[in-house]
């Protein structure tokens, strides 16, 4: 059998992950972290989400701060003050069951069978490895979407080195690309290609997600003058169900967790038959999706918004 955890900070990109994954015939649960907003709001986001679909998932929650450094600001210029872009009353209880123990218990549980997408920060799975070393072994697979490395100038969005997720915890993001999970990331280099505008979103025949959706795409045509937005976190979920829309690269990953590069991510991109001071010696090679097909995964994604319609 095939299980699905997601693992959100729920915003805007976000909710269109969570959907895809409710359709998905395999989720388990939710676990929220802070990240577009508070774990409070995001917890109260995710219960509110399920509940204008009718989906009666269970909603985690998680960590409300990063490993080590201070909890990311949110101004709400993206998605909006709550994250969902600010157009519901969100009067959902962020009461919930531990999002960490969650994990632990459904990877051991479903050995081999459980494959976690995170589509924030990387904090409650860095937990989760340091309650259970062993998950690695446990979990199936981990998909994130996370970091940028530099394909036709996708650097950062947070700085010009640093992706939001990343950057957000990277010290937790240390310590899961430290570990041999099967991790794929998808970084900016993909999810800057694969947009979505309005026409698209009137397409899925989703009045929540085209409602949240509308904080977003004015911030876009305001400051990128297009009425459109990214879908990053989706692809976790595209990806989970087809591979082969994407090009995988194989590589160790590192994260800067201090100066300038704070919260970037590094592959292997030196040719050097031997580097005196190998950064990524001994470190486990992870997947990571730099190129996809465009088209086939918005065809995707417009076919299974449109499973129940
Ligand atoms: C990531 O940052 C968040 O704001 C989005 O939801 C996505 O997970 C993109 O950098
Ligand atoms: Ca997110």
């Known amino acids: 059998m095939s299980y699905l955890i997601i693992d959100t900070d729920i915003g805007v990109d976000d909710a269109y992950a969570v959907k895809l994954a ?16 508070s774990v409070v709001q995001t917890t109260k986001n995710a219960k509110l989400a399920l509940k ?24 709400g210029h993206i998605h909006g003050i709550d994250g969902l872009g600010a157009c519901y009353e969100n009067n ?17 549980k479903y050995k081999g069978e459980v494959t976690l997408l995170t589509i924030g920060p990387l904090t409650n799975l860095a937990l989760a490895l340091n309650i259970e070393p062993n998950l690695p072994n446990l979990l199936k697979g981990v998909i994130s ?4 490395f530099g394909r036709d100038g996708h650097t ?17 993001a240390e310590e899961v690309c430290s570990a041999p999970f099967n991790l794929t990331l998808i970084p900016l ?5 694969v947009l979505i ?3 698209d979103i009137a397409s899925y ?24 937005m990214c879908v990053h976190d989706a692809l976790t979920a595209v990806y989970y169900k087809h591979p082969e829309f994407f090009e995988v690269t194989k590589s160790p990953i590192a994260v800067s967790t201090e100066g300038i590069t704070f919260g970037q991510t590094h592959r292997i991109i030196s040719s050097y038959a031997s580097i005196p001071f190998d950064i990524f010696k001994d470190r486990p090679v992870h997947n990571i999706i730099l190129n996809g097909d465009v088209k086939a995964i918005k065809e995707y994604m417009c076919q299974e918004m449109n499973k129940e319609n």
């Open 197 to 199: 505008d309005e026409k």
């Open 145 to 148: 979407m996370g970091g940028a």
């Open 156 to 172: 950062g969005n947070m700085t010009h080195f640093a992706e939001f997720n990343i950057f957000a915890d990277p010290h937790a």
């Open 189 to 193: 280099d993909i999810t800057h290609q």
């Open 52 to 75: 204008t679909w009718q989906k009666n998932f269970k909603v985690y929650r998680g960590a409300s701060r990063p490993l080590v450094i201070k909890p990311p600001v949110n101004d």
């Open 22 to 37: 409710v359709l998905s015939g395999e989720l388990l649960g939710v676990t929220t972290t802070y990240g577009n907003a």
């Open 205 to 228: 025949h989703d009045e929540f997600l085209s409602n949240i959706s509308k904080f977003y795409l004015d911030f876009s045509e305001k400051y990128e003058k297009f009425r459109g």
């Open 92 to 108: 959902e209880s962020p009461d919930a069951d531990d999002a960490i123990h969650f994990i632990v218990e459904c990877a051991r």
